[in-house]
């Protein structure tokens, strides 16, 4: 006879400065992602909002902002607009591989470039090799690191331009953390592409949802999200598919096809 299944402990982290609203304190709740029922608490908790981070289940609980909201795309009835669909096209050379949750040296240095760039000076900035392990091998969930690679030469694997560490859910591909090759001749629109080629991994394996986080109103660095449509966000009525008019739609005149790559499938047979 199984041991019954213990309620979790939350902690709460002391207020700090928001990194996407200036002038405003953000708060998190957070528990430990422990034991054989790891995989069933993530899941339940990421369908109220909580987000993993190694073995940890997390999600803003700020005093006096609900800015933060939990966003997914429905993966079935995505629709590109004519941007993404010149992306899925320029992007399609591109190799696909679904790894098991290992580091690399060579995965590191493009997160280097890829922060020293995209984001200076941020909390991640300082991260080191060390840090780089943990946050891609310490999971109790099934995890996997996607690698983007430019064509295969002569037998040997083509240059990494890009990687998603992803996990996958019962009811979806949860993305946490993607970078990607953004010096000055680098592939123009890696980021949006690495969702658009979850998003089809998600639909040709009949998962309905790719959660892609928090969006915050009036952050520019999370205004990207809302491209992605059908969208739902979390809120006290649970989900809901985010309204027509918040924020503005890109044009949604083509379907995304069910196309074929040489990525290996994120999903095992």
């Not at 909201?69 to 669909?85: D, G, H, I, K, P």
Request: charged fraction near 25%.
């Amino acid at each position: 006879m199984s041991a019954p299944f213990r309620f979790p402990k939350f902690f709460v982290t002391n207020p700090s400065p928001c990194p996407y609203l200036p002038g405003k304190v953000e708060r998190k709740v957070f528990t430990e992602l422990t034991g054989r029922h790891s995989s069933e608490l993530n899941e339940a908790l990421g369908r109220i909002g909580f987000r993993r981070s190694q073995s940890v289940a997390y999600r803003p609980s700020c005093i006096d902002c609900s800015a933060c909201v939990s966003v997914r795309v429905l993966a079935a009835e995505f629709e590109a607009n004519s941007t993404q669909r010149k992306l899925l096209r320029r992007h399609g050379d591109l190799e696909v591989s679904a790894c098991k949750p290992w580091t690399t040296d060579e995965q590191y240095q493009l997160l280097r470039r890829y922060l020293a760039i995209r984001h200076p000076g941020g909390g991640m900035a300082e991260m080191d090799e060390s840090d780089f392990a943990d946050m891609v091998e310490q999971t109790p969930v099934r995890t996997y690191m996607i690698e983007y690679r430019e064509p295969s030469t002569g037998g040997r694997p083509g240059k990494l331009v890009g990687a998603c560490l992803s996990d996958q859910q019962s009811d979806g591909l949860s993305m946490i953390y993607s970078f990607f090759d953004v010096g000055p001749d680098a592939r123009k629109g890696l980021g949006t592409y690495i969702i658009l080629d979850h998003i089809v991994r998600a639909a040709r394996a009949s998962l309905p949802y790719v959660y892609l986080g928090y969006w915050v109103e009036g952050s520019t660095r999370m205004a990207y999200k809302t491209s992605f449509r059908p969208l739902e966000r979390l809120g006290r009525d649970g989900w809901r598919r985010m309204d027509e008019s918040e924020p503005e739609i890109a044009d949604k005149s083509i379907v995304l096809p069910a196309r074929r790559s040489r990525s290996r499938l994120l999903i095992d047979a």
